[in-house]
């Protein structure tokens, strides 16, 4: 890539730099190729003597002022239907990454207001999107003209600064030192960066995120805004879709709900006939509890799975329409509650003519839900919908915008519950330099009250800081098994010797009231990729579901799916080996005193929370290996 634009460069000179610095901005190429490539290599041939510095800075400034202008037309007469239409941009990229950089830019703008369009600029990809999302306000041109400028010349400056520092630095070493040494020195500086920047910045807690619950009674409209919300690039996700998923052919859910209502509620090929079923259930309130007994509990983990995704993606909005919300008393599990609402007549209308019910059919269904005025008292907003849908529509817009603007910082759980991260390492593990005392600290700072220390096949460190801190810390250890894989006992009183086999380890931590945790069993290696995992979950009182530091992230499914299959309880953890990366998966639950059989109950409605950490969080870990080796 650097090849082809230096050749590119030295052929056009100032007006490709000019050029890639436009383009970035104007036709969002920079989703793809940020323009740091480009001033990298204009500045490697102005220390050459093939370009003027003067020419090139120039050239940067024009480029990419007139860039992030024709990108602001572009969203004040395109908006986000460009931005969201599949047939526009979305060719030219990938439409998960422009949904979640457009959520960064949009939260950046909702926080700094006209400030952030000065800021967007330091920060590749935001950058692309800034000029489009700026377009699309009332920001007046002139306004966003001066503050884009001063981000200009701000990137410009800290751009070539960067650029001529690697170039200047790339030549004095291949003069004095040597391509060899050049190399290693290089290679080095690549290394330290990641992994102080792992180390400083690393921490993947899952802060910042805002969950809205959408919920509404029949035909008052919750669909549509939710379609509105979803055309503005929010994620958005409905129960229904979800209850589709719980019930697919061949699920366990299926096979409960057959089991419980006779085989005449399948399809030909296999899958649920809905109408049949509700048909069943509509007039049988008990018949109804139980279905709702085998649903709900499957719906709301896939729920679970599909915010935590969302997390991961770094998606800062995500929206649950349910529509039982309130009756189901799920209001807690949101930050934000939104009530859709109409009139009774209207609904009966819509019923009626929009969806072909006779009226006494229309009204059984109305009366079977929650009253609308409950409903309104325990909503944060509430959405009328009485008028026409484009006063629905501009409702809605009315609402995100209010919910936007609202502070994201995670400052913990919602009162009565706290949060676990049920795995992560100290000093005590041989692949590990954390200080106990300042895990603890950093996990408590990141709204995380309670940990799991789970040190490998050391459990001395773990006792003594449950003992210092017995609400706070939960002793583990993490045992290396005969079979080459781990197994974790909670709350176990002895250390229990590694390379014994993974089944008598099990026993032995059931012999001492432990919890049986079985962490990342699908990891290569130390999960043995999933090989033993159908022979031992029988004997395990918890699944971890999540492991922060699994690469890549979606082995993280296949044992989700297998706690589902076998009922059992779900654990995550963030597998910390350095400071940064405490607290970046954990469970939120019920608060209880820190005791095993507590714990295991408050784990049947346990939420999971954790996002991926980057790959480089390893190289610590070999370089904790190394420093023990050889404590220099």
Not at 118 to 146: D, E, K, N, Q
Not at 153 to 176: D, H, K, N, P, T
Not at 568 to 576: H, I, N, T, V
Request: aromatic share 8%; net charge neutral.
């Amino acid at each position: 890539m650097i090849e082809l634009i230096s050749t590119n460069i030295a052929t056009y000179g100032p007006f490709f730099i000019g050029a890639m610095a436009m383009l970035e901005t104007a036709l969002i190429i920079g989703i793809i190729v940020p323009t740091e490539i480009t001033i990298i290599a204009a500045t490697a041939l102005v220390l050459e003597g093939h370009l003027n510095f003067v020419t090139v800075v120039v050239a940067i400034l024009l480029g990419a002022t007139l860039g992030d202008s024709c990108g602001f037309m572009l969203g004040r007469f395109g908006g986000n239907r460009f931005l969201y239409n599949k047939r526009h941009l979305t060719r030219l990229t990938w439409r998960k990454n422009l949904l979640i950089y457009h959520d960064r830019a949009s939260t950046l703008f909702g926080r700094y207001g006209i400030l952030s369009i000065s800021c967007a600029r330091m920060i590749p990809f935001v950058r692309t999107l800034m000029p489009l999302f700026a377009g699309s306000t009332r920001v007046s041109y002139r306004r966003f003209l001066v503050f884009d400028f001063l981000g200009v010349v701000g990137w410009a400056v800290m751009g070539l600064s960067f650029a001529y520092g690697v170039a200047r630095g790339w030549q004095i070493g291949m003069e004095y030192l040597g391509t060899f040494w050049v190399a290693v020195i290089t290679l080095s500086a690549i290394v330290l960066f990641l992994f102080f920047k792992n180390r400083i910045l690393g921490s993947s807690s899952t802060g910042g995120h805002l969950s809205i619950g959408l919920t509404g009674n029949v035909a008052a409209g919750k669909s549509a805004v939710a379609k509105c919300w979803s055309g503005e690039g929010i994620s958005v996700v409905s129960a229904d879709e979800l209850a589709r998923e719980a019930v697919k052919i061949g699920s366990p859910g299926l096979e409960e709900i057959v089991s419980a209502f006779g085989k005449d509620i399948l399809n030909a090929d296999g899958s649920l006939n809905r109408k049949v079923l509700r048909h069943k259930i509509f007039n049988d309130k008990d018949a109804r509890d139980n279905l709702e007994a085998i649903l709900h509990p499957r719906i709301w983990v896939l729920r679970d799975r599909w915010t935590r995704e969302r997390l991961n993606e770094g998606v800062a909005i995500t929206v649950s329409e349910v529509p039982l919300l309130f009756e189901a008393g799920l209001e807690d599990d949101f930050d934000v509650t939104v009530l859709v609402d109409a009139p009774e007549d209207i609904r009966m209308s819509r019923l009626t003519s929009g969806r072909g019910l006779d009226a006494e059919e229309a009204r059984k269904i109305i009366a079977s839900q929650m009253a609308p005025e409950f409903k309104r008292n325990k909503a944060d907003y509430v959405l009328v919908n009485d008028r026409l849908p484009e006063d629905l529509m501009l409702s809605a817009h009315e609402i995100l915008d209010q919910i936007r603007k609202q502070p994201r910082s995670d400052q913990g759980p919602s009162s009565g519950r706290i949060r676990i991260d049920m795995h992560l390492h100290t000093r005590a593990s041989f692949d590990c330099l954390s200080d106990p005392y300042r895990v603890l600290e950093a996990a408590q700072n990141r709204g995380v009250q309670r940990i799991a220390i789970t040190d490998h096949n050391c459990l001395a460190m773990a006792l003594d800081m449950a003992k210092e801190f017995p609400d706070s810390v939960i002793p583990g250890e993490e045992v290396s098994t005969a079979e080459g894989i781990d197994v974790i006992g909670l709350y176990i009183k002895e250390e229990i010797p590694k390379g014994i086999p993974a089944k008598e380890v099990c026993r032995i931590i059931g012999e001492q009231g432990g919890i049986v945790y079985l962490p990342h069993p699908y990891a290569r290696g130390k999960g043995g990729s999933g090989r033993y995992a159908e022979e031992l979950v029988p004997l395990v009182d918890v699944v971890e579901v999540f492991n922060g530091r699994l690469h890549p992230g979606s082995l993280n499914k296949p044992g989700e799916e297998l706690a589902a299959r076998w009922s059992k309880a779900r654990g995550a953890g963030s597998d910390a080996h350095t400071i940064g990366e405490v607290a970046g998966a954990f469970i939120e639950v019920v608060d209880h005193p820190n005791e095993p059989a507590l714990l295991l109950e408050a784990l049947a409605t346990a939420q999971i929370r954790g996002a991926t950490t980057p790959w480089s969080v390893h190289l610590a870990s070999t370089w904790a290996k190394f420093r023990k080796q050889f404590p220099f």
